[in-house]
């Protein structure tokens, strides 16, 4: 004989939380991990912000290698990350590379980042 057992209502644990909204999707978070991973390192932070700060938010290499005091190849490596990353364009003009920052670029990394993490609340430090 088999003997049912009632049934009891109890509230949920409150450290086991429903998922609210879809969480972001693997390839998404794959290419928003090597843009961060692009501007993660000071040197091409610091970069994008000197691009940027340029009149025309455009520079050319020879403009940045003394504000970060290293050699333009490794400017020029630094630039190449952020070009791959989708933050800057490069053109040629003579012997000499321009760099810009892509129109919209930095308006949709933070539009990504704003609605990913949209009413995540925010933490103090202890």
Not at 51 to 79: F, I, K, M, R, Y
Request: glycine share 4%; hydrophobic share 50%.
């Amino acid at each position: 004989m088999v003997s049912l057992l009632p049934i009891v209502e109890t509230d949920p644990d409150p450290s086991c939380v429903p998922v609210a909204r879809d969480a972001m999707p693997v390839q998404d978070a794959v290419a928003l991990a090597a843009t961060l991973k692009a501007i993660a390192e000071p040197t091409r932070l610091r970069l994008l912000s000197l691009v940027a700060a340029h009149d025309g938010a455009e520079a050319c290499v020879c403009d940045l290698t003394e504000p970060v005091n290293l050699s333009q190849p490794t400017v020029s490596h630094h630039l190449k990350i952020l070009v791959e990353a989708g933050l800057l364009s490069r053109t040629r003009r003579g012997s000499w590379a321009f760099y810009a920052i892509v129109p919209g670029a930095l308006e949709r990394l933070s539009d990504v980042l704003r609605s990913t993490f949209a009413g995540v609340p925010a933490t103090g430090a202890a």
